[in-house]
C-alpha cells in the first residue's frame, strides 16, 4: 500500500480556464519525476453521468475502457498522462446524490435525517478517497467555479480532507484568471483576489496559484497576487497563452510548479524525464506544411464537441509533420450545395460519430464524394453507419436501406439496434460501451495499419450492423475487415479500389495519445498528406 498524497484543483473567476489541462498538466509533471498518481474529475451538475446530454451543451462524452461514459476532462488526462480513467475518475453531483437517495430508500442510515454535512460530504470524501494506497498521488479537479451554489459541498468535503490529513498529504491549487485590459494596458490582479477571498471564505487557503493570462505575469505583480491572497511569491505561477495546450506541463515546471509541489507535498523526485514530451511539443511547435481536413459533422458549432477526435488528428499530423487545419462543415450546409466546389482544398474527409437524423443527408453526400473522387475517408462510428448506407443505396442499389435509427419502417435495415427486439426506454445503459476486441482480416488495409490480428478499441453507440447484409456489402467490393468475435459483430470496412477508405465502428480517437498517436490517425493524415502532392 502506498501513502497516498492529495491534490485538489479548484477554479476561480470563470469556466474554460482550462482546469482540465492544469490538472493534467499537474499529473504530468509528477509522472516526470517518478511517482504513480491518478486524476479525478468531480463534476457539480445533477446529471448522474454526461451521457444524455447534447455535446453541443457539455462537449463530448469521453468513454474509458470500462465503458464510463464522462467528462471531456478524462480525456485530457489520459493524453497528458499515463493514468487509465475508469468509472472511479468521474463522479458527478446526481450520482454522489444516486447513491444516497438508494441508501435512504434501503433504510441505511437507521432514521437519521439525511444531510447535505454529512451525508453528501461523506459519500463524495469516499469517492476521493476510494483509490487511497494504489497511487502515490490523487489529483482531483473540482468542475464549476468558486462561488458557485452548486460546487460547495464539493468544496467542503476537500476542506475536511484537509483537516483530516497532515498537512504535508494535501494541498490545494487555485486556477484563476487575471484578465489583461487593452485600454489600461495592463494585467488586473482584481479578480483573482476576489476568486481566492471566496475561497478562503469557505475555509480554504489555496498553497498554489495559477494564474491564467494572455502574457506572463511580471515578479512584481506576483508579488503583489502573493501579498492579497496570502500565497507565497513563488507559489504564484504564470500560467500564460501558448501554441498548444501540450507545452503546459513545461512551462509549469520552469515556472517553478514542479519544485513547489515536491516541497509541499515532502516528496524527493526520482527522476526527471520530460525529454520525450520536450521533444515532442518543440516538434508539435514547429510544423510547416499543412493538410485540410474537411470534418462533415453535425456539433461543428461547439469545438469541444469533437475533443479526442481533433487532438487525435493533432497527434496524427505531428507524426507526419504536417499541421492539420479542420474544415469543420455542417452536414446539413452541404444539401443543395455544389460539391465540387467545397471540397476543392479538402485533402481527406472524414465523418465523426453522432446521434439522431439530423444531417444524416449531408453525410451520406459527402462520403459518396469521397468514395467517387477517391479522397481519403475516414468513417467513424456514424460515420461507418452511414458510409455502408451509402453503398448498399448506391453501389448495390437497395435504394431504401436505412439504419433502424433514422428509419425504423424499412424492409432492408442495415443497423439494427444491439437489442432490437428488447423494448428499452431508458436512455441511459442500452449502448455497447467500452472496450471490445476486434479481429482484423489479413491482406487488408486494416490490418497494414494494426499490423496486428487482434486490437482493442472503444465503442459507444446503440446500432450495429445487420449480418443479413455482410454478403450483399462484401460481393459488391466492400471487405469486411474487423470483426468483434464473442459477438460475431461487423467492427471495421473499408474498399479497395480507394486509396484510403475506412470506415470504424468503434472510436479511435479516446486512444490517441501525443506519444502514442493512434495508427488510424497517422495514416489517414499520411493519405492525406499523398492526395495533396498528387
Ligand atoms: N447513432 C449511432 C448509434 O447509436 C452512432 C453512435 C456514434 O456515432 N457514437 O449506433
Known amino acids: 500500500?502506498?501513502?497516498t498524497k492529495y491534490i485538489?484543483?479548484?477554479?476561480?473567476?470563470l469556466s474554460s480556464l482550462g482546469k482540465g489541462i492544469a490538472a493534467a498538466s499537474i499529473g504530468n509533471i509528477l509522472e516526470s519525476y517518478g511517482f504513480s498518481i491518478t486524476i479525478i474529475k468531480f463534476d457539480p451538475y445533477l446529471n448522474v453521468d454526461p451521457g444524455t446530454m447534447s455535446p453541443l451543451q457539455h462537449g463530448e462524452v469521453f468513454v474509458t475502457d470500462d465503458?464510463?461514459?464522462?467528462?471531456?476532462?478524462?480525456?485530457?488526462y489520459e493524453r497528458f498522462t499515463q493514468a487509465r480513467m475508469s468509472q472511479k475518475n468521474n463522479w458527478t453531483a446526481g450520482r454522489i446524490y444516486h447513491q444516497i437517495l438508494r441508501k435512504e430508500?434501503?433504510?441505511?442510515?437507521?432514521?437519521?435525517t439525511v444531510q447535505v454535512i454529512p451525508h453528501v460530504t461523506d459519500e463524495i470524501n469516499a469517492a476521493i478517497m476510494a483509490m487511497d494506497g494504489q497511487y502515490d498521488i490523487i489529483i482531483s479537479e473540482i468542475g464549476g467555479t468558486v462561488g458557485d451554489i452548486e460546487s460547495l459541498p464539493f468544496l467542503e468535503s476537500i476542506r475536511q480532507i484537509g483537516l483530516l490529513l497532515e498537512k504535508e498529504n494535501v494541498i490545494y491549487i487555485h486556477l484563476t484568471l487575471v484578465p489583461y485590459i487593452k485600454t489600461a494596458g495592463e494585467l488586473k490582479t482584481k479578480?483573482?483576489?476576489h476568486s481566492v477571498k471566496e475561497l478562503r471564505g469557505i475555509g480554504i487557503q489555496p498553497d498554489i496559484l495559477l494564474c491564467r493570462s494572455e502574457i506572463p505575469i511580471s515578479l512584481e505583480l506576483k508579488k503583489k497576487i502573493a501579498l492579497f491572497t496570502n500565497v507565497r511569491e513563488k507559489d504564484v505561477v504564470s500560467a500564460f497563452d501558448v501554441?498548444?495546450?501540450y507545452e503546459i506541463p513545461l512551462i509549469f515546471k520552469k515556472e517553478g510548479l514542479g519544485n513547489s509541489l515536491l516541497k509541499k507535498l515532502n516528496l524527493k523526485q526520482k527522476k526527471d524525464d520530460s525529454k520525450k514530451w520536450q521533444a515532442w511539443v518543440t516538434r508539435a511547435n514547429n510544423l510547416k506544411k499543412e493538410v485540410v481536413i474537411g470534418i462533415v459533422g453535425k456539433y461543428v458549432k461547439l469545438y469541444d464537441s469533437y475533443k479526442s477526435l481533433f487532438e487525435a488528428l493533432f497527434h496524427g499530423g505531428v507524426e507526419n509533420n504536417v499541421s492539420v487545419k479542420l474544415d469543420l462543415i455542417e452536414s446539413e450546409d452541404l444539401l443543395g450545395k455544389p460539391l465540387d466546389e467545397r471540397f476543392r482544398k479538402i485533402n481527406g474527409i472524414l465523418v465523426p460519430g453522432g446521434f439522431g437524423l439530423r444531417g444524416i443527408?449531408?453525410?451520406m453526400m459527402a462520403i459518396e464524394y469521397a468514395r467517387k473522387n477517391k479522397i481519403p475517408f475516414f468513417g467513424i462510428c456514424l460515420g461507418m453507419q452511414i458510409a455502408t448506407i451509402e453503398y448498399v443505396r448506391n453501389v448495390a442499389g437497395i435504394k431504401n436501406a436505412h439504419s433502424t435509427e433514422f428509419n425504423s419502417q424499412t424492409p432492408n435495415k442495415i443497423f439494427l439496434k444491439l437489442k432490437e427486439l428488447v423494448d428499452i426506454k431508458e436512455m441511459g445503459h442500452n449502448m455497447r460501451l467500452g472496450e471490445f476486441s476486434c479481429q482484423i482480416k489479413k491482406d487488408t488495409l486494416s490490418?497494414?495499419?494494426?499490423?496486428?490480428v487482434k486490437i482493442f478499441e472503444r465503442h459507444r453507440h446503440r446500432y450495429e450492423f445487420n449480418p443479413r447484409f455482410e454478403s450483399v456489402i462484401e460481393k459488391n467490393g466492400m471487405t469486411i475487415s474487423g470483426k468483434n468475435l464473442e459477438r460475431d459483430l461487423v467492427e471495421m470496412v473499408e474498399l479497395n479500389d480507394h486509396p484510403w477508405y475506412i470506415g470504424c465502428q468503434f472510436h479511435p480517437e479516446f486512444k490517441s495519445n501525443p506519444m502514442k498517436p493512434h495508427p488510424l490517425f497517422v495514416r489517414f493524415i499520411s493519405a492525406a498528406k499523398s492526395n495533396q502532392t498528387k
Do not use: C, W
Open 8 to 13: 485538489f484543483v479548484t477554479g476561480g473567476v
Open 191 to 193: 479578480p483573482t483576489q
Open 67 to 76: 465503458g464510463a461514459e464522462t467528462d471531456l476532462d478524462l480525456g485530457h
Open 447 to 452: 490490418y497494414k495499419i494494426y499490423n496486428k
Open 1 to 3: 500500500m502506498k501513502k
Open 105 to 112: 430508500r434501503r433504510g441505511d442510515y437507521l432514521g437519521k
Open 243 to 245: 501554441k498548444s495546450i
Open 361 to 363: 443527408k449531408g453525410m
